[in-house]
């Protein structure tokens, strides 16, 4: 008797625990896409701009906010952690129009070689793109001449954005470094 009791109540309890489950998950329901817009096809951009990060001195735009008590020893810096908010221009010249300011941590990840870890937003300030962002997620191995970082979301213009973006270093003049950014998305 008690064999067969035990199965059955077993069942009872887990078709409650379903039951349970579900309700707790209204909070979450399929909607179309033509709800929020999305159902026009998708946009490729490509953006392009001048990274501007100034590691000193009077328009000092990237501190060091931590480190490793073996980083000034490390021939990578490995364990420093950076805050930038570098101004993005239209030229590479920093007089140029700024168009949004990349902010965000670059922090150095690699023991063999200068790698960042780049996490960071491009809020972008221009236009019909002011208050949209792009967000960047990726490596960046300095020395390489093109270096590739995933964009793994956006908001405003740029919600559902996905791509990628190349950096190249333009110049380096003094504490500052101009690099190149050029960036390709899918968004609405
Ligand atoms: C700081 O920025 C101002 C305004 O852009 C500029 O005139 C000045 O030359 C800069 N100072 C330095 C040390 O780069
Ligand atoms: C961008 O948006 C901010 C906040 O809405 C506003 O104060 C600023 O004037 C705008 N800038 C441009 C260039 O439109």
């Known amino acids: 008797m008690a064999k067969i009791f035990f199965p059955k109540f077993l069942l009872l309890s887990l078709t409650t625990f379903i039951f349970?489950?579900?309700?707790?998950?209204?909070?979450?329901?399929?909607?179309?896409?033509?709800n929020l817009g999305l159902h026009k096809p998708q946009k490729l951009s490509h953006l392009r701009f001048?990274?501007?990060d100034i590691i000193g001195g009077k328009n000092q735009?990237?501190?060091?906010?931590?480190?490793?008590?073996?980083?000034?020893?490390?021939?990578?810096?490995?364990g420093a952690v950076v805050m930038?908010?570098?101004?993005?221009?239209?030229e590479p010249e920093s007089d140029s129009k700024?168009?949004?300011?990349?902010?965000g941590i670059y922090a150095s990840a690699s023991q063999t070689e200068v790698g960042f870890l780049m996490v960071l937003n491009f809020a972008f300030t221009t236009g019909k793109?002011?208050?949209s962002v792009l967000s960047v997620l990726g490596r960046n191995k300095v020395d390489s001449a093109v270096?590739?970082?995933p964009i793994v979301g956006g908001s405003g213009l740029f919600r559902f954005a996905s791509g990628y973006a190349q950096a190249s270093t333009h110049s380096i003049i003094g504490l500052?470094?101009?690099?190149?950014?050029?960036?390709?998305?899918?968004h609405y």
């Not at 990237?62 to 020893?73: F, I």
């Not at 930038?84 to 239209?90: G, Q, S, V």
């Open 147 to 149: 270096r590739e970082m």
């Open 129 to 131: 793109y002011n208050g």
């Open 84 to 90: 930038m908010d570098d101004p993005l221009t239209e």
């Open 50 to 52: 001048f990274f501007h």
């Open 61 to 78: 735009t990237a501190v060091r906010v931590a480190a490793s008590p073996t980083t000034e020893k490390s021939p990578t810096g490995f």
């Open 98 to 103: 700024i168009v949004g300011r990349a902010q």
């Open 20 to 34: 349970i489950t579900t309700k707790t998950h209204s909070f979450i329901k399929p909607i179309s896409p033509t």
């Open 176 to 186: 500052e470094a101009i690099v190149e950014y050029n960036v390709y998305v899918f």
